[in-house]
């Protein structure tokens, strides 16, 4: 028996989890020994119907075990099984997110109902969180749902009777399918179909047997994650295989760890268009914070030092952190203090906070407001900045249970922050989080919140490479430009050993350090540097980013060159594609507070206006302000002309690593000369920070190689042939789908390449070869969408708008050729022209061929050939000819309906094979069946019930059938357009 999803990959699964081989029906131990496990049902034994997605017998017998006012009256039960209901019907009227929010309320046993003495409220229980053993757990495959259509699911898990995990598996055996398939299966085709399912879902995953990838609710896809063991061996990861998966795919779906992750891993949260969306974590995110809760509960060793890499989530990190530790009884209510930031305290850090709606969170500016906090035993959740400590008395508050998380914790080096910290409170948990790695010099640090029980310092360590390949961040590449303006090695040393306090400068402090040497500043800022970098700015900006659909930051030395810049850069673009965003102070005068001052509120709406790919403004211009805690996927390109090292290099530059649609790394470009030297820029005792940022120019060097791998699957091919012939000689190379696959794998690489260098003059060498490749991996890419989606991806700008070049779209109004229908035919009619009256002609004399061998057809052939034959011996005007030939047109279109009517049962892939195979002729490729499969496959998905009598359903398909057609380079046969629409219309 051959390998196929459900014998090996979903029965893995099953096994795995429950024991059971469904291959040979044996049942042996779970693979995951520890505790509770779950207990295989087949859907038949499930005792429901397809329309209900709660096990109701099993959710009942909870209730009633669970909750002891339901015991003593069972039909109690039904009452809170009704509301549940209300709340999966509601979800087509409140949407998925809300309605999933509305089901944890339940779930998490924060509902109540008045079912104690005198109509009292008491909270209902589904889940026993504090006894596991108290759940059940089932786990079914193949598991049928019907809302507005019938969807099913390879894997769904039970706790309770309430579905909590929706999981697809991918066949292991086809290269180009992986898990994104399944996942693009779940997020796009069930959550939609049948929303009902995914109303109690605390994850989905997805795997094809090599990767596990797992998400929540409406998470896109890019932003789903792996799971990873964390003492995982690296090279055992490499070679991941089914036995692999199985480790963390037990280890994810484990019922202690979702019960975990419901309890205190989801959040609720509104994005910045006010839309509801769900929070789970990245596998680093729970680890982290659950370090952080074991030690404190241990509460031998008071501290702890977490680097997890720039972009990779630490804010969210913290919340989950404070919001377990709040929650936890054996604490007795803590005090969790979070310190961000020193220069803003409306950081990241209290805008995910506030956003997630977490309870009992004060923020406060002052010392003193902390100081009384404290002194009055607040037990909430306390946002403070670091600095204020400076001004802490000792011994502030001596309890044990209070929890201090510090961002940036590398900041605490300044004026001994740490020290006075530990004095103010001398028996709390001291948490230090930080983005890049803690140099060993940075002695104040690693004294703070190093152990030395911790490997190399770290409580927990995420680093720079760890977060590449998980795809929490995107590589950063440095591109130099204008080398001629670059600053001088010598003074950059210099500059360096000035900067040596590492501290994150303000914008005042910049332009302090900037007067300090004057003759730097005046080079800097010399009106002819300027300008020089601006056009430049101008250039690499309309050729490389704005197409991609990205933004960027320019990054200047002091805040009066902030200004500079947007002076130059308005000859350039309109005023409104730029902002500048600075600090004023009571130092400033009025004039230039009135016009470049920003407060908090104008802030926000102009990161909100960056953030919509949609607004005008393009370029945000800063010193100082936004380079740390600032977070716009949407920012690709930093335009570094600014002094800056280590830390707060590191951190500016990881702005442009957030994950964005389309986007593949991050782009510095360096005016500067900062990365003239990388080594000395980014001096860490971690070695491998210096492999975080490469020159854009490696990658020119690996295009070569590249374009030669990929155009190796057609050795042997005439590239020089054109059009059709040449698709077909280039498509017979690659028949099969492994070696389509592999095609594909090489041509992925050699497109995001293609994405990054363009418009490089290098691209030119390469140009002729890489569009028609591009066109080949256009043909042959699968006519589905939902096809090996990792593999066969969406293209990229650059590489659509070389496919797209010289197709002109907007020629098709002047047709060549048309249908024959009864319009034209009558238009013919009262209108005689002899040009039209020879197409006419053409097109019957093709159609009588087709049916050849139908009596009809014959006698209007032989019709026309007499009508034909009294024309040319000058018996019949021109006029009266064509009149003639349009009652046989007439006849013919006619007879075909009737025969239409007599084949009706024929299905409509039979139908457009019959018409491609008609229109065959010795030049045209055998790629007939492949053709009307795409054709097939992408009108199913645009049309619906009756849209040939919509002006948008009739668009829709004509859009899609050009689409199809260009694959095969057949567009600008309107002839064949028009016949194929017409079967379209008349089989779809």
Known sequence: MGFNELNSVEHYIIHQLSGLNLNSGIISEPLTPYGVQWVYKSPQDLNRSVNEVLLEQDLKAALVRL????????????????????????????????????????????????FGENNRHVPIRLIDFDDINNNTYIITNQYRVHHRETKIPDIVLFINGVPVVVGEAKTPIRPSVSWL?????????????????????????????????????????????????????????????????????????????????????????????????????????????????????????????????????????????????????????????????????????????????????????????????????????????????????????????????????????????????????????LFGLTGTPVNKADKNTFWAFGSEEDEGGYLSRYTFQDSIRDGATLPLHFEPRLVDVHVDKETIDKLFENFKEEAALTDEEADALNKKSAKMAAFLKSPERVAKIVEDIAIHFREKVEPHGFKAMIVTPDRYACIQYKEELDKYFPEEFSKVVISTSANDDYDFKQKWGVDKSQQERIIDEFNDPILDLKFLIVTAKLLTGFDAPILQTMYLDKSLKDHTLLQAICRTNRLFPKKHYGRIVDYFGVFDDTAKALEFDEKTVQQIITNLSELREQLPKAMHDTLSHFDGVDRSIVGFEGLELAQNAIKSDEQKDAFAKDFKYLSKLWESLSPDNILNLYQVDYKWLSQVYESVRPASDNIGKLLWMTLGAQTTKLIHENIHVGEIHHLEEFVLDADVIEDIFNNPDPKNAKKLEKILVKRFKKHEGNPKFKKLSELLEELRDRAEKGLITSIEFVKELCKIAKETVQAEKELAELIQEK???????????????????????????????IVRVVSFPGWQKTVSGEREVQKSLRKALLKYQLHKDQVLFDRAYGYIKEYY
């Open 67 to 114: 909750n002891p006012e339901i015991a003593a009256k069972n039909e109690l039960a039904d009452e809170v099984i009704y509301k549940l209901r209300a709340i999966l019907i509601s979800v087509n009227q409140v949407g998925l997110v809300r309605a999933n929010e509305e089901f944890f309320k339940w779930l998490t046993g924060d509902k109540t109902m008045p």
């Open 907 to 937: 299905t409509p892939k039979a139908a457009l094979t019959e018409l491609f195979l008609e229109l065959k002729t010795d030049q045209t490729p055998a790629v007939v069946e492949r053709i009307v499969t795409d054709i097939d496959a």
């Open 181 to 429: 398939d399944g996942a693009h299966e779940i997020h796009q085709v069930y959550e939609n179909a049948v929303p009902q399912l995914f109303v109690s879902n605390i994850l989905s995953f997805a795997t094809e047997g090599k990767e596990l990838f797992f998400g929540g609710i409406r998470t896109p896809l890019e932003f789903w994650a792996p799971w990873r063991l964390e003492d995982e061996d690296e090279r055992l990861a490499k070679l991941l295989g089914l036995g692999e998966i199985g480790k963390e795919m037990g280890d994810l779906l484990h019922p202690k760890r979702l019960l975990d992750i419901l309890q205190n891993f989801s959040l609720f949260s509104s994005n910045n268009k006010k839309q509801r969306i769900k929070i789970i974590p990245r596998f680093q995110q729970y680890e982290g914070a659950n370090k952080i809760v074991e030690r404190v509960k241990e509460g031998r060793i008071k501290k702890g030092l977490i680097w997890h890499f720039q972009g990779s989530g630490k804010s969210l990190l913290m919340v989950f952190a404070a919001q377990k530790l709040r929650r936890m009884p054996e604490l007795k209510s803590p005090t969790v203090i979070v310190l961000v930031d020193r220069t803003d305290l409306d950081t990241q850090i209290s805008g995910t906070f506030n956003a997630a709606d977490i309870a009992n969170v004060e923020t406060t500016e002052n010392i003193r407001d902390l100081q009384k906090m404290l002194e009055q035993d607040t037990r909430k959740i306390i946002i403070s900045m670091i600095h204020k400590f400076r001004d802490a008395k000792p011994n502030m508050n001596t309890r044990e249970n209070i929890i201090v998380l510090v961002d940036e914790a590398h900041r605490t080096q300044e004026g001994d922050l740490g020290r006075q910290m530990r004095a103010a409170l001398p028996n709390a948990f």
